[in-house]
């Protein structure tokens, strides 16, 4: 169902404030939304309002508010967010962070001196008794003090943090689309299987030049993760300058807040720049506001496979469609709007190449990995800290290779197993009686 105009005015303010370069007059906030993190808040607002205003005999069993009642200023109301909650848990069976994450919005949009609904006490009008829900008192109580209402769903939402993170379980393990490959003791190498498999299975480009482009795409998509480590964001919007024009200074990158891969005469390599804020952890101690600057390695014919993709194979995937100049390129059609990958459109590409090539097929003899199963660019990240914990055994190093601080590599992404622990200690001990 579509947002009543009343909610999508309320909506546009809230992003307004948490997007807007600069705050609004009189209005104080901490701390801004980067356009991923804003279009994940209205996803998330918008399933929790839509979840309320369904109808309880429907198959979403929601709670049957009219359309005419709903408003954000019902998140004022603890009684909401526990009828929300419950929702989401006798729908899946269990609590997740996925509850934890919305309640910290709650915090935030409650917090003193800060917080949006705080500074939007006006919004309380808009509230109107819900049956079973919101009483008339309740009503009452939001318009007489609405900074005590704040106080009030503040403290109820940092309770119910506390109490839904101890019992919070993950709903899919991350890791498991591809534990053979961090359960190899060189994880990186099992997976440059796959790339191996892509060229293995490349078609003449002569005969079939669309389907050799999109072979070449996949496997420079193979190659750029994981030489790179980046998010997919990064890696989708990547830029490109061929060799013998002019690079974008670092103030265009900034602008763009993308990254470009161009040749480097001063290192005769091709080289990747990315300027630290077009990172998701742009803050992060690794930067230093200093943008990322990686050599590529002229390995297994990267450096072939890069100038005939921008050659040739880039162009015939183009088409006559307008170009989007960036690296990466869907396959245009008669359909296309834009050339330009979007966020689902990147990750299915990605999961594709993986399904086509990766995942071992026993009756076509086909696929690179047996028991691996289809994934997206992000798990190239935890095949890379992955593979450097095991052989090293450090953190430090480990978040080197995906932009981020030991802390998150320990706490997030390293599938370090107590046997490559042990191992590692092993073959230190052991030099004591190789004399």
């Known amino acids: 169902m579509d947002a009543p105009p009343e909610l999508h005015r309320e909506m546009k303010q809230l992003l307004d404030f948490k997007t807007a370069t600069l705050g609004a007059a009189g209005y104080k906030r901490n701390g801004v939304w980067g356009a991923a993190t804003a279009a994940q808040k209205v996803e998330h607002l918008g399933l929790m309002l839509g979840a309320i205003a369904a109808s309880p005999s429907g198959a979403v069993r929601g709670y049957g508010v009219p359309l005419s009642q709903i408003t954000l200023g019902l998140l004022i109301s603890p009684a909401v ?60 109580s939001f318009k007489k003090n609405w900074v005590a209402a704040c106080d009030a769903l503040h403290i109820h939402a940092g309770v119910r943090v506390k109490e839904i993170a101890r019992v919070a379980r993950v709903h899919r393990d991350p890791f498991e689309p591809i534990l053979p490959i961090l359960e190899a003791d060189s994880p990186v190498a099992e997976y440059r299987k796959i790339a191996d498999e892509v060229l293995r299975l490349a078609p003449d480009p002569v005969r079939y030049p669309v389907a050799a482009a999109e072979t070449a795409r996949s496997l420079l998509l193979l190659r750029l993760g994981l030489h790179l480590g980046v998010r997919q964001k990064n890696l989708r919007q990547l830029l490109f300058c061929p060799r013998g024009r002019a690079p974008l200074t670092e103030r265009q990158m900034i602008d763009r807040r993308r990254g470009e891969l161009r040749w480097s005469d001063r290192d005769g390599g091709w080289e990747v720049v990315i300027p630290s804020i077009a990172f998701k952890n742009s803050t992060s101690s690794y930067f230093g506001n200093k943008p990322y600057r990686l050599l590529l390695p002229d390995l297994a014919g990267l450096y072939g496979h890069l100038e005939a993709y921008m050659s040739r194979h880039r162009q015939v995937l183009l088409r006559r469609a307008p170009d989007p100049g960036t690296f990466f390129i869907k396959t245009v059609k008669a359909t296309s709007a ?38 997206g660019p992000h798990n190239v990240r935890d095949v890379l800290a992955t593979h450097i914990l095991k052989k090293t055994g450090s953190f430090e190093q480990a978040s080197y290779a995906i932009q981020d601080t030991p802390d998150m590599v320990a706490k997030h992404y390293g599938r370090f197993l107590p046997q490559d622990k042990a191992a590692l200690a092993a073959k230190v001990l052991n030099k004591a009686w190789e004399d």
């Open 81 to 140: 967010w526990d009828w929300y909650l419950t929702w989401r848990e006798a729908r899946r069976g269990f609590f997740t962070n996925w509850e934890v994450d919305m309640l910290r919005l709650a915090l935030a949009l409650t917090r003193e001196e800060t917080g949006w609904l705080r500074q939007n006490s006006s919004i309380a009008e808009k509230v109107t008794p819900i049956e079973g829900l919101v009483s008339v008192s309740d009503v009452a």
């Open 338 to 375: 834009n050339a330009e990958y979007d966020q689902s459109a990147f990750y299915e590409a990605w999961r594709l190449t993986i399904q086509r090539y990766g995942v071992f097929n026993p009756y076509t003899g086909r696929g690179a990995i047996k028991g691996l199963l289809p994934h």
